[in-house]
């Protein structure tokens, strides 16, 4: 019975575990960059610092008005850059204006 359990334990904290192939969208953040200008004709566009309990890590967007393109990066204090995402038909929203109001 405790055989069954341990390895019941074990199947179900594995299947948490990502699949090697999310491995594959990562690499140095220099690499990534230069792929995305190469291929895609991307340049940066927007980003920010994402902070967490762990770590602090950026979060960049990346563009290209040329061929509509765009990339989400996530890059980890030591240098390694993640796509989280990538798509086509990229726009740019309006820019939006201050709202006169009342103090309060």
């Not at 999310?22 to 004709?41: T, W």
């Not at 967007?61 to 240098?79: A, E, K, M």
């Not at 726009?91 to 709202?99: I, Q, R, T």
Request: net charge negative; proline share 8%; with cysteine.
């Amino acid at each position: 019975m405790f055989k069954y359990l341990i390895f019941a334990c074990l199947t179900l904290g594995l299947a948490g575990i990502p699949p090697p192939a999310a491995a594959a969208n990562c690499g140095p953040r220099d690499a990534v960059i230069e792929s995305l200008k190469s291929k895609y004709a991307e340049h940066f566009t927007a980003g920010g610092l994402q902070k967490t309990r762990a770590a602090q890590s950026i979060m960049e967007i990346w563009s290209s008005p040329d061929t509509g393109t765009f990339t989400v990066l996530l890059t980890s204090p030591n240098g390694i850059s993640c796509v989280v995402a990538a798509g086509t038909d990229f726009f740019e929203g309006p820019e939006v204006s201050p709202v006169d109001g009342t103090a309060s």
